[in-house]
């Protein structure tokens, strides 16, 4: 028989104390994950962490890109903003919107469900945990010190946003068939040498038992 989890394990925490988090999933970044096969697999099992989580009352936040700000002058992102996304979403303004549409909730169905959210981040700003309003909504709202996720990529958003979560003191899990990266070697390394010195990182079927109340890590 196994021994009780400890504090510092995400099985510690019960569905009410947990949150989940969804990283910079825009069409123009879902369009990049090849092949389609890749992308179907990856986005599958993002609507299974959905699912999961919206079953067991689980707050859900939508964390994204807020393409419609300018980046800092400072960012080293303010030349790629304008020769690259500026154009792009001038001309296809979809690309910026949140690819999981098809599993949001829809207007004339009530609107978004209890604790589901979205929160935004300039561009150039890496971690969601920077995004406006997201740590009292975590902290003083929900009241959550646990966080799994998941997201494009993974030595973006995932790497920055999981390590400061940790860092903030959120017990945080990453669901590696979540996420990806461009370079698949820098996907690897960070999921098996990078984010488990901080972090913990799992699979879809240990995610989905998180958020159920089922996780024995």
Request: charged share 20%; with cysteine; proline share 7%.
């Amino acid at each position: 028989m196994s021994s009780s989890p400890k504090p510092n394990s995400p099985a510690f925490y019960p569905p009410s104390k947990t949150a989940l988090l969804l990283l910079d999933y825009h069409n123009l970044i879902i369009n990049m994950v090849q092949p389609t096969e890749e992308q179907a697999k990856l986005l599958s099992s993002v609507r299974d962490l959905i699912g999961a989580a919206r079953a067991n009352s689980v707050p859900i936040v939508h964390c994204l890109i807020d393409f419609g700000a300018e980046p800092a002058q400072t960012s080293k992102a303010k030349e790629r903003w304008e020769t690259m996304f500026k154009p792009l979403l001038s001309s296809t303004p979809e690309a910026a919107t949140n690819g999981l549409a098809d599993v949001l909730p829809s207007a004339h169905a009530g609107g978004a469900p209890e604790k589901e959210t979205t929160v935004v981040k300039v561009l150039g700003c890496v971690s969601a945990m920077k995004s406006k309003g997201l740590l009292p909504l975590l902290k003083d709202e929900y009241k959550v010190d646990s966080l799994v996720m998941c997201g494009l990529s993974t030595s973006g958003a995932v790497l920055s946003t999981a390590r400061e979560a940790a860092d903030l003191g959120f017990v945080t899990t990453v669901v590696r068939d979540g996420c990806w990266d461009h370079n698949p070697d820098s996907h690897a390394v960070i999921m098996d040498n990078v984010l488990p010195m901080s972090v913990w990182v799992v699979g879809l079927q240990e995610g989905l038992d998180l958020l159920d109340g089922a996780g024995n890590i």
